[in-house]
């Protein structure tokens, strides 16, 4: 049996997706798909393998804006309401 690695799923559609939010409020799996898109997007996850494959940890500034990137998350999910502009770069970190 083969196994294939479809990237999204149904996180792209209109459950969690950014297309989600063109019809009524923005809801908090909009948000955590947009952390989870940002983290995706610095290479977390291929740093974490790297990490536990050879064991030498991940550069802190990955882990820490990973950690950021979450907590920025999980405060805008709790805002009611959600800024309709969540996915706006002022409100998310990054690498300087």
Do not use: C, N
């Not at 792209?12 to 898109?37: C, F, I, T, W």
């Amino acid at each position: 049996m083969k196994f294939k690695v479809i990237e999204g799923g149904l996180a792209d559609g209109p459950a969690g997706g950014p297309e989600a939010a063109a019809g009524g409020p923005v809801r908090p799996d909009q948000v955590a798909y947009e952390a989870a898109r940002r983290i995706r997007a610095i290479g977390f996850d291929a740093w974490r393998i790297r990490e536990f494959a050879t064991g030498r940890p991940m550069p802190r500034e990955i882990r820490y804006l990973q950690l950021q990137i979450s907590f920025v998350g999980e405060a805008l999910a709790r805002l009611d309401p959600i800024p309709e502009d969540y996915r706006a770069d002022r409100y998310w970190p990054k690498l300087h």
